[in-house]
């Protein structure tokens, strides 16, 4: 099935600890996203790639590093896990340029439950 | 400051009628607005897009409508459904930036 595959789908770290989380998408796309989302807070921007070789930093991207791999592959890592950093995260993908202008909008994966005692 | 506002509170609607969603944002200057639907436990799913220079866009039962100058976007289902509950999520892309920005959402409740 076409679409963004992200795993894991759970984790508990503690304090301190590492993790990488690994996405992937198989629809072509140029532009990747890792997004995060808190109650009352939304969805809000950690890193994106808008095409492979590229990544920048988005609204809240201290704790963070991204790496993209390939044209398919987008991972997040969390070199020292806070409690802060419990939350949601949820990857996507879009065709920026002609494929919003055609209408279309992101592909979000399945998202990763994170939680750092 | 950038800020994009959906009402907090949920919308609770019987089904059969239109339920309305409204999104409000402030020093933006969107290009394309879109709408998404979340699920519990789930991603959100792309639903609509809407360009600065369109007024409204249906698809089926949705109808959305952007007024730039009031800087408000309007959702509508009509002859809402219970399956149509979920959160409902707004979000702006300008074309200076290659990113989507998200509302808080809207929780919908549509009863029998």
């Known amino acids: 099935n076409a679409g963004v595959t992200q795993t894991p789908k759970f984790q508990v770290l503690k304090t301190g600890q590492s993790m990488t989380l690994q996405c992937a998408q198989d629809m072509n796309h140029n532009s990747m996203y890792w997004y995060r989302q808190d109650p009352g807070m939304g969805l809000r921007l950690i890193y994106y790639?808008?095409?492979?070789?590229?990544?920048d930093k988005g609204e809240v991207p201290n704790g963070y590093n991204v790496s993209r791999l390939n044209k398919r592959e987008f991972s997040l890592r969390l070199e020292s896990a806070a409690p802060s950093q419990t939350s949601v995260y949820f990857c996507?993908?879009?065709?920026f340029g002609s494929g919003i202008q055609q209408g279309y909008g992101y592909t979000f994966g399945s998202g990763t439950r994170l939680t750092v005692v | 400051s950038q800020k994009i506002e959906q009402n907090s509170e949920a919308l609770n609607i019987q089904e059969g009628k239109t339920a309305t969603l409204t999104c409000n944002y402030t020093?933006?200057?969107?290009?394309?607005l879109q709408w998404y639907r979340q699920d519990p436990g789930r991603g959100p799913v792309f639903l609509l897009l809407?360009?600065?220079?369109?007024k409204e866009k249906r698809k089926e039962r949705l109808k959305v409508t952007f007024d730039t100058t009031l800087k408000q976007s309007l959702f509508h289902i009509t002859a809402s459904q219970p399956a149509d509950s979920a959160t409902y999520l707004c979000?702006?892309?300008?074309?200076?930036?290659?990113?989507?920005?998200f509302g808080t959402g809207t929780r919908l409740l549509v009863s029998p």
């Open positions: 996507a993908s879009s065709e």
């Open positions: 790639s808008a095409s492979e070789g590229t990544t």
């Open positions: 809407i360009r600065e220079n369109e």
């Open positions: 979000a702006l892309l300008d074309t200076g930036f290659q990113k989507l920005v």
């Open positions: 020093n933006y200057s969107p290009a394309y």
